[in-house]
């Protein structure tokens, strides 16, 4: 039973784990390397250093060798076919677009999480769950008005317009999120403060939001995350080069020469790094931020 | 300031952009499926229920919805098998559980149109990798991506891939909160491994095991990316709603018509969403 265990959790844990490796591996290949129809995942450098201390090889790790080059990284500089600027101006969008957003999320949930969390609003509960519940809407069926308004605005085909709607869009995970956060924060600290003559506000902003910055800066992992892979609106509402990164990617599909593999590998390993080192990061806060706070532990 | 007016001060900016970026448009669309406007175009009149007569008629609309909803039944309930049997493996405390853990966590945090279009590449029917260990343990070595009766389960493959450790994150949760003085009592009368599971472990999982369904159905609900990362839109055997919308919308230009498809799946979601948050209230309300 004990073997059992551990036997599933070594083939999961690998299948969960390789597609990344590939990945990793094939950002380091020519492109004929990466069609090739005996997978090469043996770098011809650990050939060499096997060779050198004597190690016998078969015929197989001659045929699964590849030599690594970089060269792919470099590609990352051109403008394919289908893609209106470099990985590079795509990536730059990504980081302007999710920071901003993500700011102004935060700042915009925390205020109205300490609103709900510490006035009677009126009807706060249906309130709170109409938040919620505006993230269940798929970005699909809610575009074509969207769509209208920005023509209107002429916020089509913009960076601004794109960070409007991902602020709208992770309010929710940041409402619900900071307001678990902030229902931690015992009353007494602003009661005190009032004892001291302090106003409301001056409570809020010098004693509540330091004692909630661990909640903040989970509450931005996650927004972060979620504009970073956002895609529906990304790809629907702008296809000027002011969009995100998963815009781009889908622009390379279809390509008339084929498909870029060994591009597509390293800028989608750079995309998602971030991505993993954020997840480390916020690893003990995973369950409260994908559940909407809703499971603290 | 007062303590009345303040507290809007606080919570008005963020509902009033919630309701502008939300309530707006769903009104919006309930109008202009009542037109014929295209995307191309400014112009548009009153055409009455003509294209929800169409929506009616058509069969593909029906085909998406009973496609999305076969995908949201296999995706949670083989997640939920699996993240749940995962949790059990990796509940008890051994070295490097931490590491593991994360590792097994991190697709989830992962961009599906970028990995789902990686995915290619491993699936590809000739030099994929996939295909390659299937052929090299014996096994048959199908086409998953240009063969239609395959494309499907491709989708379902990569979701399962994504999703399956947010489901066993939420099962550890479960498993966690179960006190290990039942186990005990369990123990002292003599309790088979089987009766434990089926009295104490699931029971005592069960409520946010139910959560863990509605936040991944709610989700899988809008499947979008990993399609249009595959096989692309307007693919027979893996159109979802929110792909179907999108060839009506952007592919064929037909923006009204796309308004009364989005007003019916909204309906859709409306009643999933309803149904999950009253699952929630009754969550909240159960004493702790």
Known sequence: ???????????????????????????????????????????????????????????????????????????????????????????????????????ASVLLGTCCAYGFSRYRIPGAKDWLFFVLSTRFMPPLAVVVPVLMMYRELSLTGTALGLILLYTVFNLSLAVWLMKGFLDEIPRAYEEAAEVDGYSRLHAFVHIILPQARTGMAVTAVFCLISAWNEYGFAMTLNSSANTTVPAYFAGLQGNIDGMPWPQIAAGGLLFVTPIVLFTVLVRKHLLRGMTFGTIKQ | MSGRRLQWWFVGPALALLVLFNVFPLLFNVVLSFTNAELVGAEREFVGGANYARVFSDPRFAEAIRRTAAFVALAVSIELALGFTLALSIRREFRGKALLLTALLVPMMLSPAVIGLFWNLILNGNYGILNQILGALGLPEPQWLTDRDWKFTSVLLIDVWMWTPFMMLISLAGLNSIPATLYEAAQVDRASAWTVFRRITLPLCAPLLGLAVLLRATDALKQFDLVMATTGPNDKSTET??????????????????????????????????????YLEGLNRRPA
């Open chain 1, 1 to 103: 039973m004990q073997l059992l265990r551990g036997l599933f959790l070594l083939v999961y844990g690998l299948l969960a784990t390789l597609p990344l490796c590939w990945m990793a591996l094939s950002s380091l290949k020519s492109r004929d390397d990466t069609i090739s129809p005996y997978a090469r995942f043996v770098p011809s450098l650990v050939q060499e250093a096997a060779r050198s201390v004597g190690a016998p090889l078969g015929s197989a790790a001659a045929v699964s060798t590849f030599t690594p080059t970089v060269a792919a990284y470099g590609a990352l500089s051109s403008v394919h076919a289908g893609a209106q600027g470099s990985f590079w101006s795509y990536l730059r969008s990504s980081v302007l677009i999710g920071v901003l957003s993500t700011a």
């Open chain 2, 241 to 278: 709603l929110s792909t179907l919308l999108y060839q009506v919308v952007f592919r064929d230009g037909k923006l009204a018509l796309g308004s009364a498809y989005a007003c019916l799946v909204l309906v859709l979601v409306i009643a999933v969403a309803t149904a999950f948050t009253r």
